[in-house]
């Protein structure tokens, strides 16, 4: 169809727009929070045309209703209506509405990313709701209000209880009307991340937001090479609990770090929701390089030789750079997987310009 | 029919029967259209449509593209229903929408017959091209010939460019003759006028048979007089344009440098602004129109007793207000329904006019009867303008509860300001001016003598829209090839915009100054 090639022209322009400033939003985090459901907003520079226009926003204007002079009036908003397609003017600068996947891909363009392969796991089957239609009857919670209150009125206007001047209007049991859902089950390819974090007193808010901004990209592409994604946290310092996401970025311990707490944890945790035949796993752990000991690096090691790296896709260490860490987790890891593992990756993240960087090393495996 | 077949579908015979019944009722209540031809659609299609403005076949840019995301997102979303489209065209289209119900669907149609009718009568609609589907595919294959010669990028950017000074026409163009008709006058002494600088060129005399008499009859004085008035004459000529002109697109389709299929894009851009341009001059009378139509032809012959509820929640929803912003099929509706009452109860003429009492007006009543005649001829004579300027006085701002709103300075609240019937007119024939467009002249295309094009905004109290302009100067720019300025004024400052190619620039002044007094 005609229409078909003038939206891919939008589009096109769209994700250019988006490639040009790709750099500047995964280092300002612009777009976290602009997320909802499966679409993210994304304020782009004008897209529309110029035109000599009168500027300024509108201070004033004709309205049309009740109210004394002093009495706020409500905002508007656009009348559904008919006739023309709306030709009003769009405002300088625009949200475009861009779907996660599309953003994945347009990440996955910019990096160069390859796709994820197939790792051949057995696939899971999940239900989705779906609403459709009108039933007569129906749990109160899925009542529609609306046409629920029009089959009252209609009743009461031809049985003549309708009063114009005392518009009560009483819905009985054969009035209601009520949404009705169907259950759909798909199959979907499933992949858990297990974000663990370093959050002693040397991680400071910089560094956690770096981790946070990090993990966006990282969720977002992952979303877009499978159906289902389940994320879980863990921070640690010389012990380690799982918490949410919220909870995730902003606590802070002081105190030690011990990390093989976190691998412990994150076993268990496997151990108990990812059985591994179903779920492709994924591992991430950002932290700014000290531990306790070399003997707790030993054992992390040793945990990561046993008992992680078998069942999990991919396992990444990010280091990020802050004033008081050593370092010396990388420089360990760095030694012990020198011939390269096939499944572990590791990078610095020095600040935010890293970011990139840090995503392409992560995802560029394609595992 | 150049309609893509793909596109469109047949109506039911359901609804064949309901055309013809409402068509019809149409015609006796007077209503004159021309056949209008009506298609069902989806959702999508409806959306397509809409998003070419009504025209399926019209030239591929990406902005349709984005209409289309926007008008089948807000769909999804549930935020907005296009119901119904219609287009001015002899035969008419109008497109209904399969999914509405059927007393949607009579209301539509009854709804398309009342714009039918305006297309066909209302003067602004007089000049516009009634083959306007046809033009518009031509149009289209133009505009992808092109593509496919110069690339589609080329091709579009420079759409982008055109549709940046879309809104540089005149609005009133096509009513009037602008530039009288040069009349060529016989050069006298059979010399060439051109070749001779005014002011060496003889002064033609007034005729004197006898020698004696030649002194007296051209006098010194006389004769030098008629020199200076032929230098400034031929200094009038050398202007260019000779007067300001508002049809800006005009000016630069026969005077920039462009290429062949650049300046047809830039003719077709234009020709479809004019086209499209009374539909903005008269959108409030337009739907107000409609809107009496179809509230008269549903309730009066159409409606069924079940359908009754749902039609008026339709029509709730239509007419529905929310403060800030006109809803122009309600105001549209009211206003003609106020002038059909005044009409009808002979509340018009001097007598009336003088008639100060508040209570006597509103009691007033000769029974003449003429609303719907005079409702008629406001239809064929009126644009939103005149239509407001005539009809809308202070009964009216009082019974349609109308009121001013401005932005509280301290909390930015917006607040009703006024319910005083002058101030409310004013702001409403001033949003309304130009039909909300700042009234834009070029007046030199030789500015500076260096072939630099100047522009002037005639300032009316509101400010341009700075990035806009200096970002449509730059577009401008594409066209004249030439540094390009707009004269206008900056908080209460005379200033000029200029863009010469590297870098935008503001500078103190006024372009009227180096062009000479203008009249």
Same mark, same amino acid.
């Given at each position: 169809?005609?229409?078909?090639?003038?939206?891919?022209?939008?589009?096109?322009?769209?994700?250019?727009?988006?490639?040009?400033?790709?750099?500047?939003?995964?280092?300002?985090?612009?777009?976290?929070?602009?997320?909802?459901?499966?679409?993210?907003?994304?304020?782009?520079?004008?897209?529309?045309?110029?035109?000599?226009?009168?500027?300024?926003?509108?201070?004033?204007?004709?309205?049309?209703?009740?109210?004394?002079?002093?009495?706020?009036?409500?905002?508007?908003?656009?009348?559904?209506?008919?006739? +023309?397609?709306?030709?009003?003017?769009?405002?300088?600068?625009?949200?475009?509405?861009?779907?996660?996947?599309?953003?994945?891909?347009?990440?996955?363009?910019?990096?160069?990313?390859?796709?994820?392969?197939?790792?051949?796991?057995?696939?899971?089957?999940?239900?989705?709701?779906?609403?459709?239609?009108?039933?007569?009857?129906?749990?109160?919670?899925?009542?529609?209000?609306?046409?629920?209150?029009? +089959?009252?009125?209609?009743?009461?206007?031809?049985?003549?209880?309708?009063?114009?001047?005392?518009?009560?209007?009483?819905?009985?049991?054969?009035?209601?009307?009520?949404?009705?859902?169907?259950?759909?089950?798909?199959?979907?390819?499933?992949?858990?991340?297990?974000?663990?974090?370093?959050?002693?007193?040397?991680?400071?808010?910089?560094?956690?937001?770096?981790?946070?901004?990090?993990?966006?990209?990282?969720?977002?592409?992952?979303?877009?090479?499978?159906?289902?994604?389940?994320?879980?946290?863990?921070?640690?310092?010389?012990?380690?609990?799982?918490?949410?996401?919220?909870?995730?970025?902003?606590?802070?311990?002081?105190?030690?770090?011990?990390?093989?707490?976190?691998?412990?944890?994150?076993?268990?945790?496997?151990?108990?929701?990812?059985?591994?035949?179903?779920?492709?796993?994924?591992?991430?752990?950002?932290?700014?390089?000290?531990?306790?000991?070399?003997?707790?690096?030993?054992?992390?090691?040793?945990?990561?030789?046993?008992?992680?790296?078998?069942?999990?896709?991919?396992?990444?260490?990010?280091?990020?750079?802050?004033?008081?860490?050593?370092?010396?987790?990388?420089?360990?890891?760095?030694?012990?997987?020198?011939?390269?593992?096939?499944?572990?990756?590791?990078?610095?993240?020095?600040?935010?310009?890293?970011?990139?960087?840090?995503?392409?090393?992560?995802?560029?495996?394609?595992? | 029919?150049?309609?893509?077949?793909?596109?469109?579908?047949?109506?039911?015979?359901?609804?064949?029967?309901?055309?013809?019944?409402?068509?019809?009722?149409?015609?006796?209540?007077?209503?004159?259209?021309?056949?209008?031809?009506?298609?069902?659609?989806? =959702?999508?299609?409806?959306?397509?449509?809409?998003?070419?403005?009504?025209?399926?076949?019209?030239?591929?840019?990406?902005?349709?593209?984005?209409?289309?995301?926007?008008?089948?997102?807000?769909?999804?979303?549930?935020?907005?229903?296009?119901?119904?489209?219609?287009?001015?065209?002899?035969?008419?289209?109008?497109?209904?929408?399969?999914?509405?119900?059927?007393?949607?669907?009579?209301?539509?149609?009854?709804?398309?017959?009342?714009?039918?009718?305006?297309?066909?009568?209302?003067?602004?609609?007089?000049?516009?091209?009634?083959?306007?589907?046809?033009?518009?595919?031509?149009?289209?294959?133009?505009?992808?010939?092109?593509?496919?010669?110069?690339?589609?990028?080329?091709?579009?950017?420079?759409?982008?460019?055109?549709?940046?000074?879309?809104?540089?026409?005149?609005?009133?163009? #096509?009513?009037?003759?602008?530039?009288?008709?040069?009349?060529?006058?016989?050069?006298?002494?059979?010399?060439?006028?051109?070749?001779?600088?005014?002011?060496?060129? #003889?002064? *033609?005399?007034? *005729?004197?048979?006898? @020698?004696?008499?030649?002194?007296?009859?051209?006098?010194?004085?006389?004769?030098?007089?008629?020199?200076?008035?032929?230098?400034?004459?031929?200094?009038?000529?050398?202007?260019?344009?000779?007067? *300001?002109?508002?049809?800006?697109?005009?000016?630069?389709?026969?005077?920039?440098?462009?290429?062949?299929?650049?300046?047809?894009?830039?003719? /077709?851009?234009?020709?479809?602004?004019?086209?499209?341009?009374?539909?903005?001059?008269?959108?409030?009378?337009?739907?107000?129109?409609?809107?009496?139509?179809?509230?008269?032809?549903?309730?009066?012959?159409?409606?069924?007793?079940?359908?009754?509820?749902?039609?008026?929640?339709?029509?709730?929803?239509?007419?529905?207000?929310?403060?800030?912003?006109?809803? #122009? =099929?309600?105001?549209?509706?009211?206003?003609?329904?106020?002038?059909?009452?005044?009409?009808?109860?002979?509340?018009?003429?001097?007598?009336?006019?003088?008639?100060?009492? #508040?209570?006597?007006?509103?009691?007033?009543?000769?029974?003449?009867?003429?609303?719907?005649?005079?409702?008629?001829?406001?239809?064929?004579?009126?644009?939103?303008?005149?239509?407001?300027?005539?009809?809308?006085?202070?009964?009216?701002?009082?019974?349609?509860?109308?009121?001013?709103?401005?932005?509280?300075?301290?909390?930015?609240?917006? /607040?009703?300001?006024?319910?005083?019937?002058?101030?409310?007119?004013?702001?409403?024939?001033?949003?309304?001016?130009?039909?909300?467009?700042?009234?834009?002249?070029?007046?030199?295309?030789?500015?500076?003598?260096?072939?630099?094009?100047?522009?002037?905004?005639?300032?009316?109290?509101?400010?341009?829209?700075?990035?806009?302009?200096?970002?449509?100067?730059?577009?401008?720019?594409?066209?004249?090839?030439?540094?390009?300025?707009?004269?206008?004024?900056?908080?209460?400052?005379?200033?000029?915009?200029?863009?010469? @190619?590297?870098?935008?620039?503001?500078?103190? @002044?006024?372009?009227?100054?180096?062009?000479?007094?203008?009249?």
């Amino acid at each position: 169809m005609r229409m078909e090639t003038d939206v891919n022209r939008f589009r096109k322009i769209v994700r250019g727009r988006i490639k040009e400033n790709l750099k500047r939003y995964i280092s300002s985090g612009e777009l976290i929070g602009r997320q909802g459901g499966k679409q993210v907003t994304i304020p782009l520079p004008r897209i529309d045309l110029p035109r000599f226009q009168f500027g300024g926003n509108q201070q004033k204007g004709v309205g049309q209703g009740e109210g004394q002079p002093g009495d706020p009036v409500g905002q508007g908003q656009p009348q559904p209506g008919e006739g +023309e397609a709306g030709k009003d003017a769009g405002e300088h600068g625009m949200d475009v509405e861009v779907s996660l996947d599309e953003l994945a891909d347009i990440l996955g363009e910019e990096l160069q990313l390859p796709r994820i392969e197939d790792k051949g796991k057995k696939n899971v089957h999940s239900k989705k709701y779906r609403y459709h239609g009108v039933l007569r009857t129906g749990p109160e919670s899925l009542r529609n209000f609306k046409r629920t209150y029009k +089959e009252a009125l209609k009743r009461q206007i031809s049985m003549g209880d309708y009063r114009p001047d005392d518009p009560r209007v009483v819905p009985i049991k054969e009035d209601k009307r009520f949404r009705s859902f169907k259950v759909e089950e798909k199959p979907e390819a499933s992949a858990a991340i297990i974000y663990m974090m370093d959050v002693s007193g040397s991680m400071g808010d910089e560094q956690k937001e770096i981790v946070r901004l990090t993990s966006f990209w990282l969720d977002t592409w992952l979303k877009r090479n499978y159906d289902n994604l389940d994320a879980r946290y863990i921070i640690h310092d010389a012990v380690a609990r799982e918490v949410d996401e919220q909870t995730f970025y902003h606590t802070k311990e002081s105190g030690g770090t011990l990390i093989s707490s976190a691998y412990k944890l994150c076993e268990k945790i496997i151990k108990d929701d990812y059985p591994q035949d179903e779920w492709n796993i994924y591992l991430f752990h950002f932290s700014d390089g000290d531990n306790w000991s070399g003997n707790d690096t030993t054992e992390c090691l040793q945990l990561l030789d046993t008992v992680l790296m078998p069942v999990s896709n991919l396992f990444c260490y990010g280091q990020v750079e802050s004033r008081y860490g050593s370092g010396q987790f990388l420089k360990d890891l760095e030694k012990h997987y020198s011939d390269g593992g096939e499944k572990v990756v590791m990078h610095q993240i020095k600040d935010r310009e890293g970011i990139m960087g840090a995503l392409k090393a992560f995802l560029g495996k394609g595992k | 029919m150049v309609m893509d077949p793909r596109l469109t579908s047949e109506l039911t015979s359901e609804l064949r029967d309901i055309v013809q019944e409402i068509e019809g009722h149409a015609r006796n209540l007077g209503l004159d259209f021309f056949p209008t031809i009506f298609e069902m659609v989806n =959702y999508q299609q409806m959306s397509e449509i809409a998003s070419y403005g009504g025209f399926p076949t019209r030239y591929p840019h990406w902005r349709f593209g984005m209409e289309y995301e926007h008008l089948s997102k807000s769909y999804e979303y549930g935020l907005s229903l296009i119901y119904e489209m219609v287009i001015n065209n002899d035969p008419c289209y109008a497109y209904l929408l399969k999914s509405n119900s059927l007393v949607d669907q009579k209301t539509v149609i009854a709804h398309v017959y009342g714009h039918c009718d305006f297309f066909k009568n209302n003067y602004c609609f007089s000049h516009t091209n009634r083959k306007m589907l046809d033009e518009m595919a031509n149009h289209g294959s133009r505009i992808r010939r092109y593509i496919e010669e110069v690339g589609h990028d080329e091709v579009e950017n420079f759409i982008d460019v055109c549709l940046s000074l879309e809104n540089l026409i005149d609005q009133h163009a #096509p009513h009037i003759r602008r530039e009288p008709k040069k009349v060529h006058t016989s050069s006298v002494g059979g010399y060439d006028e051109q070749l001779i600088s005014a002011d060496r060129r #003889p002064v *033609p005399k007034l *005729p004197s048979h006898r @020698g004696y008499m030649e002194s007296y009859i051209n006098p010194e004085e006389y004769l030098k007089e008629q020199q200076r008035r032929m230098v400034t004459e031929a200094e009038r000529e050398k202007r260019f344009p000779e007067n *300001p002109r508002r049809d800006i697109l005009k000016f630069l389709l026969d005077h920039a440098p462009l290429s062949a299929w650049q300046r047809d894009v830039l003719s /077709i851009v234009r020709e479809e602004a004019y086209y499209f341009a009374p539909q903005g001059q008269t959108k409030i009378m337009n739907e107000g129109w409609a809107v009496y139509w179809h509230s008269k032809i549903m309730t009066q012959y159409m409606l069924t007793d079940s359908e009754c509820i749902d039609y008026c929640d339709h029509y709730a929803g239509v007419t529905a207000t929310n403060g800030m912003r006109l809803n #122009p =099929y309600k105001l549209g509706v009211e206003l003609v329904r106020h002038v059909e009452r005044r009409w009808d109860r002979g509340q018009f003429g001097l007598d009336y006019i003088l008639e100060d009492d #508040p209570a006597v007006r509103k009691a007033w009543n000769k029974e003449a009867g003429q609303g719907r005649k005079k409702l008629f001829e406001v239809r064929k004579f009126h644009n939103d303008i005149t239509f407001i300027d005539e009809f809308l006085d202070e009964d009216f701002c009082e019974e349609a509860k109308l009121f001013t709103w401005a932005t509280d300075r301290r909390t930015g609240q917006r /607040i009703i300001s006024d319910r005083g019937f002058e101030s409310i007119k004013s702001e409403l024939l001033d949003a309304l001016t130009n039909f909300g467009q700042p009234l834009i002249d070029v007046v030199d295309g030789n500015f500076r003598n260096r072939g630099e094009l100047l522009l002037m905004h005639q300032h009316q109290g509101k400010d341009l829209k700075m990035d806009w302009a200096v970002e449509t100067l730059q577009n401008l720019h594409k066209v004249w090839n030439r540094p390009v300025n707009l004269s206008t004024m900056l908080e209460g400052e005379e200033r000029i915009l200029s863009f010469d @190619g590297l870098e935008p620039r503001v500078e103190k @002044g006024a372009g009227v100054a180096q062009v000479g007094p203008t009249k």
